[in-house]
């Protein structure tokens, strides 16, 4: 039986989404994620590092916790290594912690950057 959808095609539909690329990211930029349980704040840190406050850091007391982002998933185990944040996906932090379906991100890059 065959549904018609495809790893694929499931990764072309993020460029059709509210996309913050990991490529695109400066040491002091702050990314805000709004999930649909959650509100995380993550300032980047050199060597692909992050501080993170928020959510699921904040009810374990682990906040601010410094982690990497490990990319974005659908749900499942596919995951979307280049992506820091996209609406529509989960993101998902090297611990394996998995976050609800982002809804909004807010970039805003370091005030020095060119």
Known sequence: MSYGITLSS??????????????SLH???IVLVKTSNSLYSMRVLPDGFCRVTGGWFDRKGLSPATTRIAGCTWGGSAIKIDVAAACGLRLEFVN??????IEKIILLPHWSRN
Do not use: C, F, N, Y
Not at 10 to 23: C, D, N, P, Y
């Open 27 to 29: 040491p002091g930029d």
């Open 96 to 101: 394996r912690l998995v976050t609800s379906p």
């Open 10 to 23: 499931i990764v072309r539909s993020v460029e059709h989404l509210g996309v913050v690329s990991k490529a």
